[in-house]
């Protein structure tokens, strides 16, 4: 069962768990600051494929097979699944899943779509329809450069705010085990816009939806930022984390103890060079599915509310001079039934 | 509370309703077979703005408005919403229901967008998290055509098989009043995938998965073609749809009694030079909001089965020589509780 504390806010009373993870990643990434934790780093960029757009999908369906794997179920064993990606038109997921046959719901949230696809799991796991969900999602470099931005030959100068979109992936089975990590509560996201239009700032053009989901779970539930051992962000980077810190004490709520955003834990920054840090839908979702998940089930945190946030823009609009629509969906995952 | 046939058929036996839906389509579509059905037909394909792209924006939106108002509800009494549409990245709904403060999922089903959206929305209907969901999607021809095929004033000749984008938008709100239209159950889809690489070709490339589904949920539930008034398709247009009826027949399933398909209905077709019918998330989607859920909601129609089909495709993967995956979602719509 769950209760509905507000039109966005929600807690699972039978909480539905993560029954198996896993993640991939790419060799930028797998030089990182979290090299020890990914399941796969992989050295080729182009994973045995002809393009990169083949490579992205290739990438996608390996993860999701693996996690499948790791939970001791066989494609059959799914009931259905939530995925999507950056790319045109959600192609890196529809390729990357096409012989999979498993039942499928394609997702946009953008960088958002690991928790949009757990949220809604988790809702689904409510009633009696499912057994075993997949969520899924994916980012690569190439893919996203060569689509939102210049040709890679072209060695444009990427300026200070600018983010670095992950190779990466993360893929989970949401299933009804009593194990953890369970998935005790959550939050929809709304889509906040505060008329950000510089695409090199996407940290900044995110950062106001972060806030305003964190804002919403706790006072619609009644925790405090200090009830969690973090309070973690998909890829604001440094710039968003700043704002969104500087968002919230306005209004009274400081979570910078319990701060961490996955754009920034992704990269060695400076030694790598990767300006503001790293983003993607692969890059929370891989951090997700290799850092966060595996301490919460062992014990070693205990809450951890984790969003990813998504940048609802595309070039075209950008172009005809609108500004960047964010959003941020929130999944809160705790060690034991609260 | 739901029965889960199968990982992909359900039926739900406290079935949620449609409270109110709402259609809005343009001056092409206006004047075709179904000119008197429409809420709304815009004449200006601008609808007032300076770009197709903030014209369909405000196509959906408006549509979406207008479908919460006709349900006596205003935007707060909205739990959350499912959408999503064909423009990059999704971008025409995410600019189209900025400003209306709804709790937003994001997806992406191509032109499968309306059942698959409804289908989740039911879903969710089934345990205690909502109380009225909005479903929408829109489609225009202006910003589909200069997405996926040639700038609209280089006047490019069109094959017989292509079908044309419609300037189109259908929003529902999903509640579970005792009052019909019913979701009396639903189908997941799975992606198929049979070669076709032909992108004016788009009836046939989702064909074969509209045939998959409905055969599935027959296979599950024990209805024959003969308990339904009508069997309905998204947008197979002419080629698609014969060839469904062919696939259906191998199988021994004779559906040609039933079959309708909403991209043959949209176009007076030969008076309108429209080749192979119409396309389009928003041109099942205007339909189901404007022919049959009233239709059904009076009890002229009593059962009828709705799939909206959509091609899972990207220009920048076919020109890489992919073929195109196809994807149908499947809802139960019926005028009595069954």
């Known amino acids: 069962m769950s209760k509905k504390l507000s039109s966005r806010s929600m807690v699972f009373t039978t909480p539905p768990n993560i029954k198996s993870y896993s993640s991939t990643v790419g060799k930028e990434e797998g030089d990182g600051n979290l090299s020890e934790y990914f399941d796969v780093i992989e050295e080729d960029s182009h994973f045995g494929q002809d393009s990169w757009e083949k490579a992205e999908s ?70 009696s329809l499912a057994d075993n969900i997949v969520c899924a999602t994916s980012s690569h470099f190439s893919t996203a450069e060569r689509q939102f931005r210049f040709p890679i030959s072209y060695g444009g100068q990427r300026t200070p705010t600018a983010q670095w979109t992950c190779t990466a992936s993360g893929a989970v089975v949401v299933s009804h085990e009593k194990k953890p990590p369970y998935i005790v509560g959550g ?6 816009d505060l008329g950000i239009t510089d695409v090199n700032n996407m940290g900044s053009a995110m950062a106001p939806s972060a806030a305003d989901t964190i804002k919403t779970y706790l006072n619609d539930t009644g925790y405090k930022p200090s009830d969690f051992d973090n309070i973690v962000t998909g890829d604001l980077g440094i710039v968003g984390s700043k704002l969104l810190i500087e968002l919230l004490q306005k209004d009274n709520i ?26 993607g839908c692969g890059c929370s979702a891989s951090i997700l599915c290799a850092y966060w998940l595996p301490k919460i089930q062992t014990g070693e945190l205990k809450n951890v509310l984790f969003m990813s946030t998504g940048a609802l823009m595309s070039t075209m609009l950008l172009q005809q001079g609108e500004s960047i629509p964010g959003i941020a969906h929130l999944i809160h995952l705790s060690h034991d039934i609260i």
Chains 1, 2 share one sequence.
């Open 58 to 127: 290739t990438m996608q369906g390996q993860t999701i097979e693996r996690a499948i794997q790791k939970a001791n179920l066989s494609t059959e064993d799914i009931d259905f699944m939530f995925s999507g990606d950056l790319i045109n038109q959600c192609t890196s997921t529809t390729y990357g899943i096409r012989d999979l046959e498993i039942p499928f719901f394609g997702i946009y949230g953008a960088c958002s779509t690991m928790t949009e696809g757990i949220l809604l799991a988790s809702m689904n796991m409510d009633n």
């Open 187 to 192: 939050c929809i996201g709304k889509i906040v």
């Open 254 to 279: 400081d979570i910078s103890t319990q701060h961490a955003d996955c754009g920034v834990m992704m990269f060695d920054i400076d030694r790598q060079d990767k300006h503001a840090g790293g983003s």
